[in-house]
Structure formats: C-alpha cells, structure tokens
C-alpha cells in the first residue's frame, strides 16, 4: 500500500478511536466564560519531546499512532474528533494593575478522563491567535516551551503540584519577537485552567449569578469534599479557606526547594493549587531573600521572599470576588473575608516551619509551631551571611557524596552544627534517622538556570535535543544521590551573576 495511502488509514483509524477520553465541562458554563477557536494547522510539525511516562498515567494508547500523526494530534488537535477546542476568559492583576485577558495563545482540546475518574486540562499552549489574543499572535517560541516542559516535569519530580507538559512539537515556523525564533506548541496537562483571575473576570460580568456558577463548578471540579461535608457552615468561605490553605502549601514547597515562579499575576495562580504559567520563573542558587531573576520584575514584586505577602494579597482579590457568597450584607461579608485572611500569616507560618523543620531533619510530629525557630533562623543567616547556595547547603549536612561547601569551616558553623545535634539528640532523633529524612525532602539535583540554558541553546540553534533530554533524565529522581550526576549540583559561579529570565512568550 503506498504511503500516503496507509497514513489515510490510519489518520482514519486514529479518529474512530480517538486518543483522548474527552468530556467538556467547561463549556457548560455560561457562554461569556469562553470562545470556541480553531486551533491553527501546522504543516510540517515534529515531535521533539514526549513524555511517555504521563501518556501511561493518563491511559493513552500511544503506540500505534505514527509519530507524525501523533506530531499533528499535539500541534492542533488535528484528526480528534471529541475534541470542542475553546480559549477561556478571564481577567487578572498584572503587577498589581487590573486587566482582561484570556488564553490568547492557548487552547483547551477538552478535559481528558482517566479510568481513576480525575479529569485533566488538555490545553495547547502556542496553538494560534483567540478572540484574546489582543495584539499577540497566539504563538508560542521553542525556547520557552522546552523550558516549561523542563521546568514544570522537575517540580512534579520534586512532589510538587503542577501542571505537566505531555508533549512538545516544533512547528518548523518562525515566531517574530525581539528576534526571529523557531515556533512550537506545548501541550500542557492541568488538574484545571481555573484561575484567581477567571473569578475576578466573572464577578465582573453583567450577570450577578455568573461568580456563585463559577464557584460551584470550581467546588465541584477541586473541592467536592466540602460540599460533602455537613460541617461546613457556609461552604463558600469553607471553600476560600480551602483554596488559602492549599496556595499556602504550594508556595512553602516553593520555598522549600528555592523555587521563584517569577510572575505570581493573580492570572497565574491556580484555584487547583497547582503551579502553573512557567514563565520567567527559576531556582534560586545564592541563598538570598531578594533574588529576583525576571528582566521585568524591576521593584522585586515577585521576589523569593516576597511570595507569601503576594499570595496572600493574590487571595485578598480572590476574597473580594467571593464576597456576594460569603453574606447576603456586605459589611457582614467583608468581615468574614477579613477574618479568614488574617488568619494567613499564623497558618503560613505553620506550614513552613513544618517544610523548615523537615530540611534540617527536626520535625516531629505535634511539634509547636516556632520549637526550632533559632537553629532555623541561624542555619539561614549563616548561608546568607556566606552567600551560600541554597539547595547544597541543605543537601551537604545530609549527603557527604556533597562537596563541603566552604562555610562548613566557619565558627560560627561550627558552633551552629553543635546546636543542632544537641537539638536532635533532645527530640531522640538519631543521626542516621535525620539524614535519611533530610535527604528526602533536600534535593541532590534541582534544573540549575545554567544547565537549562545550555539545553536550550542547543535545542534552540542546532535542533539538538540530547541536553534537554538528557537534563530531564538527570532531574527525573532529584531526591537519589548520584555520584554521575555531581556536574548537575554545580553552582553557577560567576558566569551567572546577571542572569536573567523572560516572560515565556
Ligand atoms: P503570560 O505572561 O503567559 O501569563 O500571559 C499573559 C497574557 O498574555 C495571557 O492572556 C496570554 O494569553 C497573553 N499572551 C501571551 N503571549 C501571547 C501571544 N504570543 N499571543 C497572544 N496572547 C499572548
Ligand atoms: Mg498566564
């Protein structure tokens, strides 16, 4: 059979059983909540990345498909016939200013559903222009795609809640920026695209109803025990509680790895409590509250140590969306929502003196909050104070594969070290104990913003994908110690002191 005829077969093969088990839920809601797009062709696309490990856990039958048919699927959606493509609206605060936005660039292929019953975002991140696309052209660059596949398959590595990258195809098209750059499309694997934004889009709707229609679907999407539990008084503040409660988890496992998102827009924050929107974000190396890596972040909004007052300040907006449900009177509604956002900073606090205790192999169960907060607080300024790096300095006091790094032989280290065993010699925690614990939580390898950018150059100029694959192989198990992989714990030196990030566009 030629060719050509074999590939009609089989594209004709791949829409009768179609890839995905797709439902679309989102489209049920009122009509203003999104558009219906068509993704843009691409003609010549080719699959660069796959991750085989995601299509097994969301049950695809990959196997049969060609690659190339497989390259089309993950360019455009071509040949699935479930698939009801849509770009969804919402708004957002960019930098703390208001603004309607909307997928401009990314389209929702339909809500997969795995045999387990979990439903999955299956969104085509680069997929062409949308009603929202205002001045930009829907595309997305190789560079920054590679980099979000990259970045967000570390996090998940890592155990941290994030949306996923099941594939990234290069469309063999240019995008024009500040350069001319090679195209691609990344599809992206999301618990949901619901973001703090789309509420502040849907109070802002003529319809009064629209928010308390968004809200139940989000508690029916990614809060369905509460409406379970009899408990819950009222279960729209249950639910801002519960979204508070898991951002406060998310953002103290950021800052449990160094991890800077970079550009914490109310838009990029998702109800789910997933991280998602890798842009400009990166690990920082030097143990600084300030880092910044974003080329436009200049006031340090989105700094390391700034996350938590800005998520906080992310669910004050969310908050004031939610305040026609809290209470039938405003005034009685503002009080609740200023009753449950003051309780952010002590439960904050909690959650990350729990992650702070995990590093340093002290936490017990029952323990009080603030127990060890000194030997926290010393540990942290000795690194501050000797410009240390963040994930080595935790990793050496529990791995010695590790170099020592050079502030092991300072005094006040030294007088430190004594501290801390004495502390966990007081909680009866044996050293073995504690450094098995700690090696499970401090992590051997993290993507360093400088074995990322020289994946990416090369995947950039040369179409060479063996450093973007082989980096992702490296950071699959970043937990393991592995003396082959030493060269990826390197810090940066000096080479990387300017190093900056830019928006994924
Ligand atoms: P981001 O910085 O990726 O969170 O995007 C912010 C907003 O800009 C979102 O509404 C995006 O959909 C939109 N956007 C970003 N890049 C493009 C592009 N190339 N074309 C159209 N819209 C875009
Ligand atoms: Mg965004």
Redesign the pocket.
């Known amino acids: 059979m030629p060719k050509e005829q074999a590939d009609q077969q089989l594209h004709q093969q791949t829409q009768n059983t179609p890839l995905f088990n797709f439902e679309h839920s989102y489209s049920e809601l009122p009509a203003n909540f999104y558009s219906h797009v068509k993704p843009a062709q691409v003609e010549d696309p080719k699959l660069v990345l796959f991750n085989k490990m995601l299509a097994t856990q969301l049950e695809l039958e990959t196997k049969d498909i060609p690659e190339h048919i497989l390259a089309q699927i993950m360019a455009s959606g071509e040949s699935l016939t479930n698939s009801k493509p849509i770009a969804q609206a919402?708004a957002g605060h960019?930098f703390g200013h208001f603004t309607m936005?909307?997928?401009?660039?990314?389209i929702l292929l339909g809500e997969h559903i795995a045999n387990t019953g979990q439903r999955y975002d299956i969104q085509l991140k680069g997929g062409g222009?949308?009603p929202?696309?205002?001045g930009?052209?829907?595309?997305?660059a190789l560079g920054p795609m590679l980099r979000e596949y990259i970045i967000s398959e570390a996090m998940h590595a890592l155990g941290i809640p994030t949306t996923r990258g099941l594939a990234v195809v290069a469309t063999n098209e240019p995008v024009f920026r500040e350069n001319t750059f090679p195209g691609a499309v990344l599809t992206r694997v999301a618990a949901s695209h619901i973001r703090v934004g789309t509420f502040e889009y849907a109070v802002r709707l003529p319809e009064p109803e629209a928010i308390r229609i968004l809200t139940d679907y989000t508690i029916e999407r990614h809060y369905r025990q509460l409406a379970e539990d009899i408990h819950s008084e009222n279960i729209y503040v249950a639910f801002f509680e519960n979204v508070m409660l898991r951002q406060i988890k998310l953002i103290t496992q950021w800052i449990s790895v160094g991890f800077i998102h970079g550009?914490m827009?109310t838009?990029?924050m998702a109800l789910s409590g997933e991280t998602i929107?890798y842009?400009p974000c990166a690990f920082m190396d030097v143990y600084d509250p300030s880092t910044v890596f974003s080329s436009i972040d200049r006031d340090g909004r989105y700094a390391f140590g700034n996350q938590p007052a800005i998520a906080h300040w992310n669910l004050t907006r969310l908050a004031e969306t939610l305040l026609p449900l809290f209470h039938e009177e405003q005034n009685a509604s503002v009080e609740i929502a200023r009753a449950s956002l003051a309780r952010f900073p002590e439960l904050f606090e909690r959650e990350l003196d729990i992650q702070m205790n995990k590093k340093l192999g002290l936490h017990k169960p029952n323990m009080k909050t603030g127990d060890n907060k000194e030997i926290i607080q010393n540990f942290l300024k000795i690194l501050f104070d000797s410009r240390a790096d963040y994930t080595n300095a935790f990793r050496a006091l529990c791995d010695s594969t590790m170099e020592q790094p050079d502030f092991f032989n300072n005094d006040d280290f030294r007088q430190w070290r004594v501290n801390w065993n004495n502390r966990l010699q007081q909680l009866s925690i044996s050293q073995a104990a504690a450094m098995q614990s700690m090696q499970s939580v401090n992590p051997f390898v993290i993507p360093r913003n400088q074995r990322v950018e020289e994946a990416l150059l090369a995947a950039n100029e040369k179409a060479d994908y063996s450093k973007v694959n082989h980096l992702l192989q490296v950071l699959d198990k970043p937990y393991a110690t592995n003396p082959k992989h030493l060269e990826f714990t390197r810090e940066p030196g000096d080479t990387m002191q300017n190093y900056k990030t830019f928006?994924?566009?």
């Open positions: 919402y960019q936005l909307g997928d401009g660039r990314a222009r949308t929202y696309s205002r930009g052209d829907g595309k997305a550009v827009n838009d990029n929107d842009g928006c994924g566009t």
